[in-house]
């Protein structure tokens, strides 16, 4: 008996469930979130008019295609509604980049489906839950929500980068059938194992990163050389991911909804960081 391999499926299952309590928890976060944009922007959103009705008719859209097409489950579609309308209300353009990051990790999930299904590693039929929702989307959101500085659209889009860098080489990596190895020691380890990185995963994700920062400079967001910061600052946020499940999310000092939270975080002060660099 592989114990190492037992324990990485293990792992895996855990992952994929989501307890009613974090269900609710994350709605009332999300329910906080909404509240919070209201407070600092309710009154321009109130004054704009068409604004509001396109991003509520384009949010109701998105949470109910997302809802059929089984990325999230009921609550996920809840809380992804309400990340969209944050989003859309601030600015449309980001609720794009948002149905972007959507279908590039829907792409990402579906691919090697029954590999994936082999190891224990498919996402749950009903899609992703409201706690996923809020870990991988909450940052970007909250960012928005409060009030702007200069560099808010910039950092929210960093974060956005890395929900599609990690996830994007999450799946892929386990679609494909590449040496996984364990990011703090580069010892081999089973596909799926938490801080497990491989060559075509991690190549995967650094593609998503640039998708999403590619598809704000073309909607006129960012500058080409902002788009660049996006990308590397979506790619660091996917490394400090793997660090982290390799080492506290291992040790179960952290699970994994708080490790995809700290990572969307991380990647927004990278983008932070190179931006002063630059400056």
Known sequence: ?????????????????????AEAVALICAAGLLAIMFWFHGAALLRSGNHLYVALATTAAFALMARLAHGVNTPG?????????????????????????????????????????????????????????????????????????????LLALAGLAEVAADTTSSEIGAALSGETVLITTWEAAPPGTDGGISLSGTGAGLVAAAVTAASAAALGMVSAGAAVVITCAGVTGMLVDSVLGATLERSRYLNNDVVNLFSTAAAALAALGLLTVSS
């Open 1 to 21: 008996m592989n114990l190492t391999k037992d324990k990485a499926v293990t792992s895996n299952q855990s992952r994929k469930r989501s307890s009613p309590t």
């Open 77 to 153: 579609a809840l809380a992804g509604a309400i990340i969209a309308f944050v989003l859309a209300s601030r600015d449309l353009r980001m609720f794009w980049v948002l149905l972007i990051v959507f279908f590039v990790t829907l792409a990402a999930t579906r691919a090697g489906v029954s590999r994936k299904h082999l190891l224990l590693m498919a996402e749950a039929e009903s899609g992703r839950s409201a706690s996923q929702v809020m870990a991988n989307l909450g940052v970007a959101a909250l960012i928005l929500a409060i009030p702007s500085r200069n560099q808010a659209f």
